[in-house]
């Protein structure tokens, strides 16, 4: 029986040593799978807030995409308005330049050929005609010194185209500023 004893309490002390290893192998099991738990959870966070950031990003991308389209639009309008003006200007003046020179052509060939019909009735019914044409352009032209002091035609052709110039940038100036006021309302009104 002592043998036996002996025995047994060999097993028991064998099945007790087994158990600590046991023990301590589930302890470091338990711990790797707790600290497998955290990683994870660390990492589903950090994943979510990736996605999150990326959607943030990809908003701004898509808003700053249209707001990039828009200024294209923009500029586009603004660069034929422009070409409109210039084209606008620079066939105003060739108008005013041609009337004048046809104006003072005019008054040239209506004083030749007042001279040339001096001689019979019907030309003088049609100097008498001129002359009252003449006088009213003189008149006009004296009305016109009168106001500007100016003395030459071609000045005051030029000038008034200069001031036609500056009419119409002013106009166009004065279009350009209502059209960023009713942006300006329109994105006020967007946000």
């Given at each position: 029986m002592l043998t036996q004893n002996a025995e047994l309490r060999a097993t028991i002390d064998h099945l007790l040593n087994e158990r600590k290893q046991f023990d301590g192998t589930y302890k470091k099991l338990t711990k790797a799978l707790s600290d497998g738990k955290k990683q994870l959870v660390e990492i589903v966070e950090q994943a979510t807030q990736a996605y999150d950031q990326r959607d943030e990003a990809q908003s701004k991308m898509g808003a700053l995409r249209e707001r990039a389209e828009k200024d294209q639009m923009a500029h586009n309008v603004e660069m034929k308005e422009l070409n409109r003006i210039l084209d606008h200007d620079y066939k105003l003046k060739e108008?005013?330049?041609i009337k004048a020179r046809e104006r003072a052509n005019m008054l040239r060939e209506t004083e030749k050929s007042e001279r040339r019909q001096k001689g019979s009735d019907d030309e003088k019914a049609h100097d008498k005609w001129n002359e009252d044409t003449i006088e009213t352009y003189e008149q006009a032209f004296a009305r016109i010194r009168e106001v500007t002091?100016?003395?030459d035609i071609d000045t005051l052709v030029k000038h008034f185209i200069?001031?036609?110039?500056?009419?119409?940038?002013?106009?166009?100036y004065v279009n350009e500023l209502n059209n960023e006021v009713e942006l300006l309302q329109e994105q006020i009104q967007g946000t």
């Open positions: 108008f005013m330049t002091g100016e003395e200069e001031t036609e110039d500056q009419n119409f940038a002013l106009f166009n």
